[in-house]
């Protein structure tokens, strides 16, 4: 009907209207997917829609870049060898503000735009909590206007695909590329090359002064594919740049004596397969060689091309870096990024040592992710010298220095020495990279007040005594348009015609919804919402696990990769007690529940993929038990991924966040459930501290020993069996609850196959779940009395979306912007 001529070629690629939009897909249809009307499908609507939203970012996107390149703000850099980024069609369509004309548009075209959102195959480029933070970061950098680029490992397989087959988890390859990915863009013109093995050797240069040269054994390159991230609300649409491995087709063959070529050729890891496959790395860290190069790739890669806007595109100096940019270090993975920048500024640009220092510490900043000491990096010297031989001497060097200045500072402490040293002794040498990325930045942070304390007090406590001015706490934070915007249009609405949209960008205006909290007919529309996606959630569940649940349940969620710190067993005693319960009173009335679990362990995690067992057991036998199933309903919902998170985290009553304190560094999850109005049943642990404080004592669920508490309980020499064998304080519950798991009870009389867990709490349980077990079912049994009460029940949901303001990311980029990075808005036009 609208007929456009050459003037309107611009709104078919820019213009938000439906009309605009329409066309523009139907020429994609054309031009970009090329198939006939006959043969397509939903999918293809999907690539379609999605390249014409890309085409509507682009101009903001290269206005972005533009203002970057030149370099007039600051600008931050995020390293990260994970971007848990999820789905991106509805994600952009929701910050361009175009989602009614998208829906329109297709519908004109006779497709639904909720089936067309389901055809994306969403980049899983990440394990979990660590990878969805970048990703939640990114959307807030965006949407404050902040000039950033992320950078990162373009995976060509990502977290591997959960399949559930006889309750056992099996892996499968996650080939999130194979119907092409609409919105990166591939910049092979934008590549560097980056060596790896060989030796180094000294030599005079021109000024006759000392250097060392790198003679590697191998040299690859990696190609640049950038992805635009769209700010919600402002022209601000910044950059995801993810690196890929490709062979350098002129290999410098005379670096060889021409007898070695072959046996060069065969040593050499073939090129492609550096970015092949994310590493599950919830695993104790194996010197995994590949894991390693992964590393130093991007990392390399991402310095290189910082370097070069600064000096050939910019035409500043080097030492103007720090002014110009922030580079944050998600976690270790990226922290050979201290000796790669030295490496670059001394070797390759012939700065002085001292300088090239200074520059580093300046533009560096180091986050913590965790206290566990078993996923901690370290690399065993052996393998860091064959693999990075340059960059070993520059951290001996580094090493040297440092240790000066800590012995200046503690005369005669040798011990201090050796605990600091980036060179650990302990099990063969090592290069510790929590040291390193420690001692090359002039910031460090942990994700949540307690866990930055924790890292002060212990395992960077010497790092702490020696530069106190360098530690300070950055609670995590989550992005509220996906989780909640997105998530949860039912809430989003509700919130739009009750506090009005400005909680989208600032999320303190949730604070608004208090004076609803005790408002009946407010309170029947939210339960009224909740329902809704409870309801939604169920189809979900029905249609991909066959168990039906009712909406009308409280349902009980725990989501999350499956660790034993994180405790699902602890869950699935309280499962198993309340069969008990059932079982020996069938009069007993509990408030009905619908359990729900969902979560990856990594494949090599044994007792974790005998948890998936566990749960999925206990599914089976609740289920199919007539008296039992009567009040409760188990599921494991299969390969949880941030598409399925959207259905999951807005249908919960109740979150489960009861990891042994301590050991959960902030969590994530927690805070996308508050936002989505579930009350946390949850230890003082990571962020649920700040959570409690910001809702209120009495709207949160709390149980269990606290961080001092698990470590009194240690050092007196804890003993599981004594919590089962004593007939107080829950033994004797504890004690069927087990038994009900080692007698075949929930496994057809097999009495093997939990064996493994059963005695691993029995015997030696070191997250303490027997500890915890009986305050955390008496607690339980204070969340079922609440249930009860649906008023009182409405109050604390609403409460706890009203105040969980303080957990939007965009507070968290804010304080990294004003303490660590020094980064300001700058509005793009
Ligand atoms: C938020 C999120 C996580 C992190 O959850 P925690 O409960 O903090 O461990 C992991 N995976 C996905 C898909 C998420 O969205």
Redo the contacts with the bound molecule.
């Keep these: 009907m609208t007929h456009f001529d050459a003037a309107d070629d611009r709104d078919i690629r820019a213009g938000l209207h439906t009309d605009e939009l329409r066309q523009a897909v139907e020429d994609h249809l054309l031009y970009s997917i090329g198939r006939p009307a006959s043969v397509l499908t939903p999918e293809h609507y999907y690539r379609a829609l999605s390249l014409a939203v890309r085409d509507r970012m682009q101009e903001r996107w290269m206005a972005s870049t533009q203002a970057f390149l030149d370099l007039s703000r600051k600008v931050t850099c995020y390293l990260s060898a994970e971007f848990?980024m999820?789905p991106q069609l509805g994600n952009n369509l929701l910050n361009l503000g175009i989602e009614r004309q998208a829906r329109e548009a297709l519908a004109a075209l006779g497709h639904d735009l909720d089936e067309v959102l389901a055809c994306e195959q969403e980049p899983g480029l990440g394990n979990?909590?660590l990878g969805?933070l970048a990703a939640c970061y990114l959307d807030s950098l965006a949407t404050l206007e902040r000039p950033a680029i992320g950078y990162g490992i373009r995976y060509e397989f990502g977290i591997f695909k959960q399949e559930i087959q006889n309750g056992w988890q099996v892996e499968k390859t996650d080939n999130w590329l194979v119907n092409g990915n609409p919105w990166e863009i591939a910049k092979p013109d934008v590549n560097y090359p980056v060596q790896w093995g060989g030796y180094t050797e000294a030599y005079l240069d021109d000024g006759g002064d000392y250097r060392v040269r790198w003679i590697p054994r191998q040299v690859l390159k990696g190609i640049s594919f950038d992805t635009p991230i769209q700010g919600y609300g402002v022209n601000t649409c910044n950059t995801l740049t993810l690196w890929s491995a490709r062979a350098i087709e002129s290999f410098a063959l005379d670096a060889f004596n021409s007898g070695d070529y072959y046996r060069a050729v065969e040593n050499e890891v073939s090129s492609e397969t550096v970015t092949k496959v994310l590493y599950p790395n919830d695993e104790p860290e194996a010197g995994k060689r590949l894991r390693l190069l992964q590393q130093y790739f991007f990392v390399s890669c991402s310095l290189q091309d910082i370097l070069h806007i600064l000096e050939d595109l910019a035409g500043l100096p080097v030492a103007a870096l720090p002014e110009q940019f922030a580079l944050q270090l998600n976690d270790t993975h990226p922290s050979i990024a201290v000796a790669e920048l030295m490496r670059l500024l001394v070797d390759t640009r012939g700065l002085a040592w001292d300088e090239a220092w200074r520059i580093t510490v300046a533009t560096l900043g180091y986050t913590n992710h965790t206290l566990l000491p078993e996923a901690l990096e370290t690399w065993p010297l052996a393998m860091f010298q064959e693999s990075l031989p340059r960059h070993l001497e520059i951290i001996y060097e580094i090493n040297r220095r440092f240790l000066d200045e800590v012995a200046a500072k503690f005369p005669g402490d040798t011990e201090r020495l050796r605990r600091m040293s980036l060179i650990g002794e302990d099990n063969g040498k090592s290069v510790r990279m929590a040291h390193l990325a420690t001692v090359g930045s002039h910031a460090v942070n942990g994700v949540a007040a307690l866990h930055s304390e924790l890292l002060k007090s212990s395992v960077l406590k010497d790092f702490y005594e020696l530069w106190p001015e360098r530690f300070s706490n950055k609670t995590n934070g989550?992005t509220p348009r996906r989780f909640l915007a997105l998530a949860n249009p039912g809430l989003r609405a509700l919130l739009d015609t009750t506090v009005g949209p400005g909680w989208l960008t600032d999320l303190s205006k949730l604070r608004e919804l208090e004076p609803f909290a005790d408002d009946a007919a407010f309170g029947a529309k939210w339960r009224a919402v909740k329902r809704a996606n409870k309801a939604r959630l169920a189809d979900y569940i029905q249609t991909n696990t066959g168990v039906e649940l009712n909406p009308d349940w409280l349902f009980d969620i725990q989501?999350?990769?499956i660790h034993e710190y994180?405790r699902q067993h602890l869950n699935v005693l309280h499962i198993a007690t309340l069969y008990h319960r059932l079982k020996q009173n069938p009069d007993l009335q509990i408030a009905p529940r619908a359990f729900v679990f969902g979560?990856k362990a990594a494949p090599g995690y044994f007792m974790a993929k005998r948890i998936i067992k566990l749960i999925n057991a206990v599914a089976e036998t609740v289920n199919a038990d007539p008296v039992v199933s009567r009040f409760m309903k188990v599921a494991f919902v299969p390969n949880?991924?941030?598409q399925n998170?959207h259905l999951i985290y807005p249908a919960a009553d109740l979150s489960e966040?009861i990891s042994t304190a301590g050991k959960?560094a902030?969590?994530?999850?927690?805070m996308?459930f508050m936002l989505n109005g579930a009350l946390t049943i949850g230890t003082l642990d990571g962020a649920n501290v700040e959570m409690r404080d910001e809702v209120g004592a009495e709207n949160f669920f709390l149980f269990g020993l606290t961080e001092g508490e698990v470590e009194k309980v240690k050092a007196a020499g804890y003993r599981p069996g004594d919590y089962i064998e004593r007939d107080i304080d829950g033994g004797a519950e504890l004690r069927a609850a087990l038994d009900l798991i080692a007698d075949g009870t929930f496994s057809a009389g097999d009495t093997d196959v939990f064996r493994p867990l059963v005695d691993s709490l029995r015997f030696d349980d070191p997250f303490l779940v027997l500890a915890d077990y009986a305050s955390y079912v008496a607690c339980q049994d204070r969340v079922d009395a609440a249930w009860h009460n649906t008023a009182g029940w409405t109050r604390m949901s609403i409460l706890n979306t009203a105040r969980s303001g303080k957990f939007s990311s965009d507070r968290a980029i804010t304080e990294y912007c004003d303490d660590i990075w020094d980064v300001s808005a700058l509005t793009v036009h």
């Excluded at 902030?666 to 927690?670: E, I, P």
């Design positions: 848990l999820g979990g909590g969805r989550v989501v999350k990769r994180k979560g949880f991924n941030v998170a966040q959960e902030s969590g994530t999850g927690n996308k």
